[in-house]
């Protein structure tokens, strides 16, 4: 009888210890890329890798729009920082040519390493989507770069740590906001120490967060994470104190342009949600059944993730509700477009894009091993929301493409 226990508690040991090893394996090599894509050179020649670049193309393309356009506008908001006196938020504005029913706005790189995709799909529809004598009476609104410091170096928040769509207030109550589900997790998610990517923790990092996972529930613990929080200035997703320098500056530039628009659309281009090459459509969910309806109206055809169902997260401070609020009198419409990059709606893929955050901020906050590791994480973190694969990059384009092309002819057709 012994012995017969001892083999069923090595025959135990063994499967346990190859399980371990075979999810070791599995998270350690997950790395989901798209098959079979021939990407298109034009769209390609869309995507430019650094700021400062995108930056002079998007100017250069708005400066040759505005011979076609009459009374198209170029503003800058200066972002001050300790670190680079040369950032700015760049906004092309073309009014319509009769009056003042419609708008759409396009923003990008709210999360600043998002940036590089958000220009390219901004100086597509720029260029292909809009033509002069096509907007009689619809006009457009393209806002570049609003967090400049993170799209510059590489990071989704601004030189504060602040995340901009956490961030946005009008009366400033936002800020004492307490995310309590966030602080029971503070010590998971805000390690301290220099970062080792080698660590036993880093190493092991999937099974803490499963058993996590398991005792309260993924939807739990990605509202908890993600919805922002106003408590640790060191940590991921942390909304801020008080209004960051370009969401002041923005409001006061653009309550007048958007006062007399009796219906408005705002399109926020964003990176890292979702399923590889797959573009999510995802609002924060909508209780007026109207707005509803009409944005379902917009993109007929098209996937919806509503973002009312167990699967995704909704927001605090987010940049569409904000810029919805400097006209409470127009019917205002939003859809956050996500490009989806890491399969982040199942569980290795969620757990590898928290992880991937965790070291990035851990290391921002309290150091790095070494240059090498710094760098590796960094490289990863950029990755993370701006694939280099041209097949990811071709197909973001083509969706867009797409999905605006419908979007803005049914906007010019859209009524009550």
Same mark, same amino acid.
């Given at each position: 009888?012994?012995?017969?226990?001892?083999?069923?508690?090595?025959?135990?040991?063994?499967?346990?210890?190859?399980?371990?090893?075979?999810? @070791?394996? &599995?998270?350690?090599?997950?790395?989901?890329?798209?098959?079979?894509?021939?990407?298109?050179?034009?769209?390609?020649?869309?995507?430019?890798?650094?700021?400062?670049?995108?930056?002079?193309?998007?100017?250069?393309?708005?400066?040759?729009?505005?011979?076609?356009?009459?009374?198209?506008?170029?503003?800058?908001?200066?972002?001050?920082?300790?670190?680079?006196?040369?950032?700015?938020?760049?906004? %092309?504005?073309?009014?319509?040519?009769?009056?003042?029913?419609?708008?759409?706005?396009?923003?990008?790189?709210?999360?600043?390493?998002?940036?590089?995709?958000?220009?390219?799909?901004?100086?597509?529809?720029?260029?292909?989507?809009?033509?002069?004598?096509?907007?009689?009476?619809?006009?457009?609104?393209?806002?570049?770069?609003?967090?400049?410091?993170?799209?510059?170096?590489?990071?989704?928040?601004?030189?504060?740590? $602040?995340?901009? !769509?956490?961030?946005?207030?009008?009366?400033?109550?936002?800020?004492?906001?307490? +995310?309590?589900? @966030?602080?029971?997790?503070?010590?998971?998610? !805000?390690?301290?120490?220099?970062?080792?990517? #080698?660590?036993? /923790? +880093?190493?092991? /990092?999937?099974?803490?967060?499963?058993?996590?996972?398991?005792?309260?529930?993924?939807? $739990?613990?990605?509202?908890?994470?993600?919805?922002? =929080?106003?408590?640790?200035?060191? #940590?991921?997703?942390?909304?801020?104190?008080?209004?960051?320098?370009?969401?002041?500056?923005? &409001?006061?530039?653009?309550?007048?342009?958007?006062?007399?628009?009796?219906?408005?659309?705002?399109?926020?281009?964003?990176?890292? @949600?979702?399923?590889?090459?797959?573009?999510?459509?995802?609002?924060?969910?909508?209780?007026?059944?109207?707005?509803? =309806?009409?944005?379902?109206?917009?993109?007929?055809?098209?996937?919806?993730?509503?973002?009312?169902?167990?699967?995704?997260?909704?927001? !605090?401070?987010? %940049?569409?509700?904000?810029?919805?609020?400097?006209?409470?009198?127009?019917? /205002? *419409?939003?859809?956050?477009?996500?490009?989806?990059?890491?399969?982040?709606?199942?569980?290795?893929?969620?757990?590898?894009? *928290?992880?991937?955050?965790?070291?990035?901020?851990?290391?921002? =906050?309290?150091?790095?091993? +070494?240059?090498?590791?710094?760098?590796?994480?960094?490289?990863?973190?950029?990755?993370?929301?701006?694939?280099?694969?041209?097949?990811?990059?071709?197909?973001?384009?083509?969706?867009?493409?797409?999905?605006?092309?419908?979007?803005?002819?049914? %906007?010019?057709?859209?009524?009550?």
């Amino acid at each position: 009888m012994k012995k017969v226990l001892k083999i069923l508690l090595y025959g135990l040991a063994v499967l346990v210890v190859g399980a371990i090893i075979v999810s @070791y394996i &599995a998270y350690s090599s997950f790395s989901p890329s798209l098959k079979g894509i021939e990407p298109n050179e034009s769209d390609l020649a869309y995507f430019l890798d650094s700021y400062d670049d995108c930056r002079d193309a998007f100017l250069l393309k708005a400066g040759e729009m505005t011979a076609g356009f009459e009374n198209a506008e170029l503003f800058r908001i200066e972002v001050p920082g300790s670190t680079d006196n040369d950032l700015s938020v760049d906004l %092309f504005y073309i009014p319509p040519h009769t009056d003042t029913s419609r708008l759409i706005i396009m923003s990008s790189a709210i999360h600043g390493v998002e940036g590089f995709t958000g220009s390219a799909v901004q100086r597509m529809a720029m260029t292909e989507l809009i033509e002069p004598g096509s907007n009689t009476d619809m006009g457009f609104l393209f806002i570049h770069a609003m967090n400049p410091y993170g799209f510059k170096y590489g990071r989704r928040v601004t030189e504060n740590n $602040v995340d901009l !769509n956490r961030n946005c207030s009008i009366d400033g109550t936002l800020y004492s906001t307490e +995310n309590q589900g @966030y602080a029971d997790l503070y010590d998971f998610v !805000n390690p301290s120490g220099v970062v080792k990517r #080698g660590s036993l /923790f +880093n190493q092991f /990092f999937y099974m803490v967060a499963i058993a996590k996972i398991v005792k309260a529930s993924m939807p $739990v613990l990605r509202q908890a994470v993600l919805q922002g =929080q106003y408590q640790f200035p060191d #940590g991921l997703y942390f909304g801020g104190k008080v209004p960051e320098p370009q969401i002041e500056s923005i &409001a006061s530039l653009l309550a007048p342009i958007l006062k007399d628009y009796e219906y408005i659309l705002e399109i926020d281009l964003h990176t890292g @949600y979702g399923e590889i090459g797959k573009l999510h459509l995802f609002p924060n969910p909508i209780e007026d059944q109207k707005v509803r =309806q009409l944005t379902g109206d917009l993109f007929a055809g098209y996937h919806i993730d509503w973002g009312d169902s167990d699967d995704f997260y909704t927001v !605090n401070g987010d %940049f569409c509700s904000f810029l919805g609020s400097l006209n409470p009198d127009a019917t /205002f *419409l939003s859809m956050p477009f996500e490009f989806g990059t890491l399969n982040s709606q199942v569980t290795f893929g969620s757990i590898t894009s *928290l992880q991937n955050m965790i070291l990035e901020n851990q290391g921002i =906050q309290h150091g790095f091993k +070494n240059q090498k590791q710094e760098n590796k994480i960094k490289e990863t973190s950029l990755r993370m929301y701006y694939p280099e694969e041209e097949e990811w990059r071709s197909v973001v384009i083509s969706q867009s493409r797409d999905v605006l092309a419908s979007s803005i002819e049914a %906007f010019q057709k859209l009524s009550d």
